[in-house]
């Protein structure tokens, strides 16, 4: 079934990651979307807010999420039919049969989708040979098969870790080479370098911040995780096709549509077996234990990116010691010149009286009168000398200088 927001399917793509043409259609919202299903097959389709809606069952609220418009945090959000995935590049919608990816022309996105598109394929193959793959009885054979919506998580989580963890990496080689150019010489270039460094390391720490949460709150609440088992709450009978595939999106809608049928008896009352009761005895192990590798995984970046700015508070407090002593150096260059100004002052006094237009012996052009002159010149040095040594010591004795 086609919804009328939803475009024409140009070219389906045998692998991930080939460019595929779109015909545009003259309808608001409209947004190109990279269908991956649960054989692997992926192609690329048009679709409105509301077909997408009515495909996966989200809430208009919850697409505003994947909103490349709208600024949200790392989000992962369990719904009845559908996992919303908001991390980093990522932005996606996860069923229990097919992956929708919103910006798979990204560049950046593109490694990404070349590896989902493999990890499908080897699922659909495992799962086509093993098709009654309960999970106890691959635990004995000694493999264990995820349910396809694991495979596209751990795919998407993969990711996210993983570009956070590169760019962590990348600062970190950035950041050493420009705080120790810093501590050897003091400059304007340097200083600016090192304000970009850290900036860049809030922006990064807040978002491995934010994916931390997230897993975090996730592995706190099974019913979250519950929400997220999306194969486990498609019944039996419509959940495995011949081959071991799982059901297509008729089925899903034809299930929801059974699923009120299911457990009435003669009056039109449900049974004690309710779909909401089911779904929360869902086993979340499998689950937490993915999240958990990468709630580690996630951890130790935000540890590394902790570390780094240790070094950089440190960085900062040893430049603030370099400036304080120079500082304090300066002032007591400041304190010794002005001590310096204060004796020579009184030479000048002395100066400055014998420069008045008087007559005294001391003038008189003879020997006993140059003899005269030239004691009171020496002994006003020697005292001025001795004065600024008196006003150094105690300068010294009373700590303003070292």
């Known amino acids: 079934m086609r919804s009328s927001e939803e475009a024409e399917v140009i070219r389906p793509g045998a692998g991930a990651g080939v460019g595929v043409g779109i015909r545009k259609k003259g309808v608001t919202g409209v947004r190109a979307w990279l269908l991956l299903d649960s054989t692997g097959d992926t192609h690329v389709i048009q679709a409105g807010k509301h077909a997408i809606m009515r495909r996966t069952g989200l809430p208009a609220r919850d697409l505003r999420i994947l909103d490349p418009l709208l600024s949200y945090p790392s989000t992962v959000l369990g719904r009845e039919r559908a996992i919303v995935i908001n991390l980093e590049h990522i932005k996606a919608i996860i069923t229990a049969n097919e992956v929708l990816l919103l910006n798979s022309r990204d560049p950046s996105v593109t490694p990404f989708v ?215 150096h300066l002032l007591q260059m400041g304190v010794m010149l002005t001590t310096a100004t204060l004796v020579v002052s009184a030479f000048v006094v002395v100066a400055g009286i014998f420069g008045m237009n008087i007559h005294i012996e001391l003038f008189d052009q003879n020997v006993a009168g140059m003899r005269e002159f030239l004691w009171t010149i020496g002994g006003s040095t020697a005292g001025t000398i001795f004065l600024y040594v008196v006003a150094i010591a105690w300068c010294k004795h009373k700590r303003l200088l070292e």
């Open 114 to 328: 070349d590896e989902l598109h493999s990890r499908i394929v080897r699922h659909h193959s495992h799962a086509s040979k093993t098709p009654n793959h309960d999970s106890k009885d691959d635990q004995e054979d000694g493999m264990k098969i995820l349910p396809f919506e694991f495979v596209a998580l751990e795919a998407c989580l993969e990711a996210a870790c993983g570009v956070l963890d590169n760019e962590a990496k990348t600062l970190e080689q950035e950041a050493h080479p420009a705080l120790d150019k810093l501590t050897s010489k003091i400059s304007t270039l340097n200083l600016e370098r090192v304000r970009q460094i850290k900036s860049r390391l809030v922006a990064i720490t807040g978002r491995v911040q934010k994916v931390r949460d997230e897993l975090e709150h996730l592995l706190d609440d099974d019913e979250d995780m519950a929400e997220m088992s999306l194969t486990d709450k498609i019944p039996p009978e419509i959940s495995l096709e011949a081959g071991g595939a799982t059901a297509t999106y008729e089925d899903h809608q034809n299930a929801d549509n059974s699923r009120d049928l299911i457990g009435r008896g003669s009056h039109g009352t449900r049974t004690s077996t309710t779909y909401s009761n089911v779904t929360k005895q869902l086993d979340v192990g499998e689950l937490e234990m993915l999240l958990e590798a990468y709630f580690v995984q996630i951890d130790g970046t935000l540890n590394k990116l902790s570390t780094l700015r240790e070094y950089v508070d440190d960085t900062e407090d040893y430049i603030n010691i370099m400036l304080d002593d120079k500082q304090n």
